[in-house]
């Protein structure tokens, strides 16, 4: 199966994506036990069929392992070259807390190791607390880390439209912002979109679908 070409796009000019991203978030145990060997496979399959771009987690359970799984044996069953075109998205989620460099630092090697990647194609940076300004800093010290090449992009998830100018105000080279987004949840439009147009950055939406809700089988 050949998707039409149509079904990519480039999020930066360096980076082409399928328009549709696998998510990960059903490895994190969340829905039950997942057997690795098939979640391989099915990861496999899609990939074959042209949906080549993932969204992980640090903590979707195994899925960064899964990641640096595929990719060994795509390497295996001399497929290599076609890991090119296939993207990672990985997020880093902390909690509210002091932040250092090494904390930061630390945090993106796990994830590195985890995946196989020397250098992750896009690390997305999720905070939960605005009143803990602690994340001034590690958006600070996730841009040096794209600067020095670990990170091919650095991107935000689920920050609101105050926070996310904040950052790009400051210089951070922030490429997308994840949010829900669908036909029902429309909010991003309003405040947003705008910024993300001012500013050339990409929404990645999730939530879509309203967990199957609009689609033909609920």
Same mark, same amino acid.
């Given at each position: 199966m050949n998707l039409p070409l149509e079904s990519k796009i480039f999020l930066t000019p360096n980076l082409k994506?399928?328009?549709?991203?696998n998510g990960m978030w059903q490895v994190s145990g969340a829905h039950g036990y997942i057997n690795k060997?098939?979640?391989?496979?099915? *990861?496999?399959?899609h990939v074959d069929n042209g949906f080549t771009t993932w969204d992980l987690a640090d903590h979707y359970g195994p899925a960064e392992d899964f990641v640096k799984i595929f990719r060994e044996q795509r390497i295996n069953e001399q497929k290599e070259a076609s890991l090119e075109d296939i993207k990672f998205f990985?997020?880093?989620?902390?909690?509210?807390?002091k932040i250092t460099r090494?904390?930061?630092?630390?945090? /993106?090697? /796990?994830?590195?190791?985890? *995946?196989? *990647?020397?250098?992750?194609?896009m690390l997305q940076f999720h905070w939960w607390d605005y009143q803990d300004k602690n994340y001034l800093k590690a958006i600070s010290?996730?841009?040096?880390?794209?600067?020095d090449g670990v990170l091919s992009t650095l991107g935000l998830t689920n920050f609101d439209t105050e926070h996310t100018e904040e950052f790009l105000e400051m210089g951070i080279n922030i490429v997308s912002n994840q949010v829900q987004y669908s036909l029902v949840d429309r909010r991003p439009e309003l405040l947003m979109a705008p910024i993300c147009k001012?500013?050339? /950055?990409?929404?990645l939406a999730?939530?879509?679908?309203?967990g199957g809700l609009l689609s033909e089988r609920y």
């Open positions: 994506i399928c328009r549709i991203l060997n098939k979640a391989i496979k099915s *990861m496999n399959l990985t997020k880093w989620v902390p909690r509210p807390q090494e904390l930061v630092n630390k945090a /993106i090697d /796990i994830s590195r190791k985890r *995946m196989g *990647m020397e250098v992750l194609d010290f996730l841009d040096d880390l794209q600067k001012k500013y050339n /950055i990409k929404l999730y939530g879509t679908l309203c």
